[in-house]
């Protein structure tokens, strides 16, 4: 067990672009995810397992991301890997899913205990409500299922109608292992364009605006989604309003935004003027093919493949959708979008009202940031602020705004911090790291050898960070990049394979330490913060199971690798690539810091400001024999069991820290 603080953990508060303690030191944030399989319920809601969403009233989350008991084990390993910081999943169907402001008191009290435990090994922690495409019912989790009746859709029509991708409706699990021709690699993210997501996030973020007539319980159907969500954040907030290591709250995981800025008709199928965003592949719907499909109309969809030759998705076929004309409306329920004008059904078929319905509100042009995420943010600050007005607001937008040039919209609450994404979308696509030659997906340009591809990272991570120059009234923010991390399924799992055979040494992991080192030096040429994705403790080395959601595979442990379980790093994946040296605290201001993984070379410079230490760590992972340590302009002690370097500078002005391997 931890050994008892003596005092509370130093306040984290916000100065600009830098996160600082109590003691006036920039703090740096090297954070985790806790974890992937939160996102289903415990002990047996994973995605590898079949199920119709019957008992998405009863199922319980109490357990995720592991039950209590096992807490010592996970949180002792994760500190001695150097994390300071975990982003803590949780989600509105875990703490709402028996209905409508119906809470579960034993989730909640699990959660609680969790987030105080976390204190007691000196981690922040910031809460994310998570989602992804909406809900479980629709190939994610998120969302408690009771919404769709109340928005008036049928979710057991969803997979008939062709309106959402779900694994457990396309998956062969008499069959079992990976199926790419059933269930393709990362496919679930093509929800987003599909009938219910879009049709979900409409109503969630612009129902007001688009569907004003449409009322559930007397409320408009924002208004009644928005404040059940905002209703279970409460509730959480509530029980954590006393513990000072918990920062704050994450607006909502990667939020889609429906229909919203989408003429009726358009189809993107490449950068356009309408649309300049590169084309993914998957099918191109349009609004128009949404609503129609849902209301029962078949349609022929476009799909697009990434092409080598032209280093882009093209249309390659189309697919018929919705064969059948299977309605996902409730029997008596019509289509909100339909009354309010969008458009009428006439012979068959759909015809539109007005092109520009979701573009405009009374003639004004609407952008998804500034009309419906900034009260968005607003509202979320309100809920969490007014339990601990200290609290920190983690802000998201949709993952690909920061790296197409956007920003957060200039109507921003106080204390917000950037907490976008990043990932090499290749190497997360393709579940393959392309070296020594890799390609930039948004440019098609072929990137040759460790440096273009490193400087590519940097490059699109500092566009990240750019996007935080209008938070807090335009003081900026920091940017703690909430999610970034690597597939350890890389090549068809042939680490997991070479484990089986005998292999326990780093040998099997090269592709994924390089992938690892790259990021984390683009983070530490940037000085950001980051919460790699992820740690899942029931991860499995099975290509259907993965993390338990979908066949993602991003954890850095798994209970199939560990050969000891008296060694706190047994288990760990591709541990050279994460568990390396970095600067926790520093009393003054970083100038430089960098790692280089096969020398060991570790080398930092900051402008000491006053009394305080600065804290480094140095992992024994990286320097197992010790480490020549030399301060200039400094004095430094180690502490073997923290594994850390508190540096005390002789005077103010610059300091240089080396340390290479004994």
Not at 89 to 106: F, I, N, Q, R, S
Not at 206 to 224: C, H, K, L, S
């Amino acid at each position: 067990m931890p050994v008892p603080k003596t005092k509370p953990m130093p306040k984290i508060t916000i100065d600009g672009s830098k996160f600082r303690d109590e003691k006036g030191r920039m703090v740096i944030l090297r954070g985790v995810n806790l974890g992937g399989d939160c996102k289903v319920p415990f002990p047996d809601g994973g995605t590898h397992r079949p199920t119709d969403f019957s008992d998405h009233r009863t199922v319980s989350f109490t357990g995720r991301p592991f039950p209590l008991e096992e807490a010592d084990e996970h949180f002792s390993r994760l500190k001695a890997w150097g994390f300071n910081c975990l982003r803590l999943l949780t989600t509105w169907e875990a703490v709402e899913h028996e209905g409508p402001g119906k809470y579960d008191t034993a989730y909640l009290d699990y959660y609680t205990e969790l987030c105080r435990l976390a204190g007691d090994y000196e981690f922040y922690v910031f809460v994310d409500f998570h989602q992804d495409v909406w809900s479980r019912m629709t190939g994610g989790d998120g969302a408690p299922g009771w919404l769709f009746e109340k928005v008036g859709l049928d979710f057991t029509k969803f997979h008939e109608a062709g309106a959402a991708h779900v694994m457990q409706y396309k998956y062969d699990y008499a069959r079992g292992g990976r199926q790419e021709e059933n269930y393709p690699t990362m496919t679930w993210s093509q929800n987003y364009r599909l009938p219910a997501n879009g049709i979900m996030w409409t109503l969630f973020f612009a129902g007001r605006d688009f569907t004003p007539d449409f009322m559930i319980e007397g409320q408009n159907v924002q208004d009644y989604m928005q404040s059940h969500y905002l209703g279970a954040m409460r509730e959480v907030a509530r029980r954590l309003a006393d513990m000072p290591h918990v920062m704050g709250f994450d607006t909502l995981n990667e939020p889609g935004t429906g229909f919203i800025g989408e003429p009726v008709s358009y189809r993107h199928t490449g950068p356009s003027e309408v649309n300049p965003r590169i084309a993914a592949p998957g099918p191109a719907w349009s609004v128009l093919d949404c609503l129609a499909v849902a209301r029962g109309v078949t349609r022929s969809i476009p799909q697009l493949e990434f092409s080598l030759e032209e280093m882009k998705s093209v249309v390659t076929h189309e697919k018929t959708e919705n064969p059948n004309g299977v309605s996902i409306w409730l029997e008596g329920q019509g289509c909100p979008f339909e009354a309010a004008g969008v458009y009428s059904l006439e012979g068959g078929e759909l015809k539109v009202a007005d092109e520009d319905y979701f573009r405009k509100v009374k003639g004004t042009p609407v952008t998804v940031e500034d009309t419906y995420m900034a009260p968005f943010f607003k509202k979320v600050a309100e809920t969490v602020q007014s339990i601990r007005e200290d609290w920190l607001v983690f802000a998201e937008l949709d993952p690909f705004t920061g790296l197409l040039g956007g920003a957060f919209p200039e109507e921003t609450p106080e204390g917000t911090v950037n907490a976008s994404h990043w990932y090499d979308i290749v190497t997360l696509s393709s579940k393959t790291f392309m070296y020594p030659t890799s390609v930039n997906p948004f440019s098609g340009k072929v990137l040759e050898g460790r440096e273009a591809i490193e400087e590519h990272y940097a490059k699109q991570l500092s566009r990240i960070r750019d996007t935080a120059r209008t938070l807090n009234g335009g003081k900026g923010a920091p940017t703690l990049i909430g999610e970034c991390g690597i597939p350890f399924d890389l090549d068809g799992g042939a680490a997991y394979e070479a484990f089986r055979a005998g292999d326990h040494s780093q040998k099997p992991w090269e592709k994924h330490i390089m992938a690892l080192d790259f990021l984390y030096n683009a983070l530490d040429a940037l000085h950001l913060s980051s919460a790699q994705w992820n740690y899942t403790a029931s991860n499995s080395n099975d290509l259907a199971v993965g993390d338990g959601w979908n066949q993602e595979d991003l954890s850095i442990w798994s209970r199939d690798q560990q050969v000891d379980s008296q060694n706190i790093h047994s288990g760990g994946r591709a541990l050279h690539g994460f568990v390396r040296p970095y600067a926790k605290a520093i009393a003054g201001t970083l100038q430089e810091i960098s790692f280089e993984r096969e020398s060991r070379h570790f080398e930092m410079t900051y402008e000491a400001a006053g009394n305080e230490a600065t804290e480094v760590f140095l992992p024994a992972v990286q320097y197992p024999e010790g480490a020549n340590l030399t301060v200039d302009g400094g004095e430094a002690t180690y502490n073997g069991h923290t594994q850390m370097l508190a540096i005390t500078a002789l005077k103010d002005g610059p300091v240089t820290i080396t340390i290479t391997p004994r």
